[in-house]
């Protein structure tokens, strides 16, 4: 979800720039709410599972071209499926143009020895590029760059009003998702109960909703135990994903790890902190827009990062990129954001 999010920013500017455009976005169905309201873009959701090999995706092949007729074919996700989608309209005649990810740069920093741990393109950044491969050039513009629908709006707001949460401008309303879809990305869960802890402390006043999926609601209402204030964001209770956006667009600040709720933040224009470990920002997945202040990591620790997206184990057995992040470090770095924010 979060590598599909960051599609965002890119699809609004190209459709600003390039306005007699017409473009036909095949993603998976759950993700649609994310590009609401695109001019000249069509969203078309897919269940890829129905599709499964060389003759599910030439079944894909066929119903997508119904969509047709197409000029040319952007592949933004470089695996096996999308290379051999492409493959069936380059016999036809369409050119296809696919996203590089720099993968030998990406092992050069994941390496245990001789890392080469340098500034790599964010993933905005190379999306942008195979738009310019296919002669379509642009600048990402200023965000917000996800769309909140009204009925998400509305969705919101009721959530908000069950609870009796105050207005935001007489409130503080903080975020926290406290999970990822790799164990490595997550922070040890005693330490978000300590962050919950301290955030009481430190904000008396504030109000802290919680995000997860359907699987960890029940380590939300551990970790919300005791905690006044504190709200779990249940897509059922609030509308599936459109509710949590609505949601989300009127939070103060989100505290994550690097994963899909981060990105959705940053690119809904929230600040954010992301504690990140295992993996790290130059490989090209910080948050939007706030690779600096948005990031919280331990400095030159050798062996990190050790993977790009988290799914490895810890050689060093100590999880030391993440025990070494302590609780107060998040909330001393959430006073300097919002000091500035009010300095706005």
């Known amino acids: 979800m979060g590598d599909v999010v ?3 920013p890119v699809l609004s500017a190209i459709a600003a720039e390039h306005p007699s455009l017409q473009i036909t976005f095949v993603t998976k169905g759950a993700y649609i709410p994310f590009f609401y309201n695109i001019p000249n873009v069509t969203t078309i959701g897919y269940n890829i599972q129905k599709y499964r090999g060389i003759r599910g995706i030439w079944r894909f092949y066929q119903e997508i071209n119904k969509l047709g ?6 592949d933004l996700h470089s695996s096996l499926r999308s290379r051999i989608l492409s493959l069936f309209y380059k016999l036809n005649g369409v050119p296809s143009f696919r996203i590089t990810k720099g993968r ?10 001789n890392k080469v741990l340098v500034k790599l393109p964010h993933a905005v950044d190379r999306y942008l590029r195979v ?5 379509f050039d642009t600048k990402i513009r200023r965000g917000p760059w996800i769309n909140v629908n009204l009925e998400s709006k509305l969705k919101a707001e009721s959530f908000y009003k069950s609870l009796a949460i105050p207005k935001k401008r007489d409130s503080l309303r903080i975020g926290f998702a406290p999970f990822a879809g790799h164990a490595l990305k997550v922070w040890p869960f005693y330490k978000s ?4 802890k301290s955030l009481r402390k430190e904000f008396p006043n504030a109000h802290i909703f919680l995000f997860g999926s359907p699987a960890e609601i029940a380590k939300l209402d551990v970790l919300k135990e005791g905690i006044e204030r504190c709200y779990i964001v249940r897509g059922d209770t609030v509308g599936g994903l459109q509710g949590e956006l609505g949601v989300m667009e009127k939070l103060d600040i989100l505290i994550g790890m ?12 929230i600040p954010v902190i992301g504690i990140y470990g295992t993996t790290h920002p130059y490989s090209g997945f910080g948050p939007f827009r706030q690779e600096e202040s948005g990031v919280l990591q ?3 620790l050798k062996c990190r990062p050790c993977s790009i997206y988290g799914n490895t184990t810890c050689y060093r057995k100590d999880f030391a990129c993440m ?3 302590d609780p107060m470090d998040v909330v001393k770095r959430l006073k300097k954001i919002l000091a500035r924010k009010l300095k706005k």
């Not at 738009?131 to 002669?135: H, I, R």
């Not at 109960?193 to 919950?196: E, G, Q, S």
Request: glycine content about 2%; charged content about 30%; hydrophobic content about 45%.
């Open 69 to 74: 007729p197409f000029h040319k074919i952007l």
């Open 131 to 135: 738009f310019e491969k296919a002669g």
């Open 6 to 8: 960051l599609l965002t």
């Open 104 to 113: 030998r740069e990406k092992l050069k920093q994941t390496r245990k020895k």
């Open 298 to 300: 331990v400095e030159n």
């Open 193 to 196: 109960i300590a962050l919950l």
């Open 323 to 325: 025990e070494l992040i």
């Open 258 to 269: 690097d994963s899909s709720n981060l990105h959705i933040a940053s690119l809904l224009n």
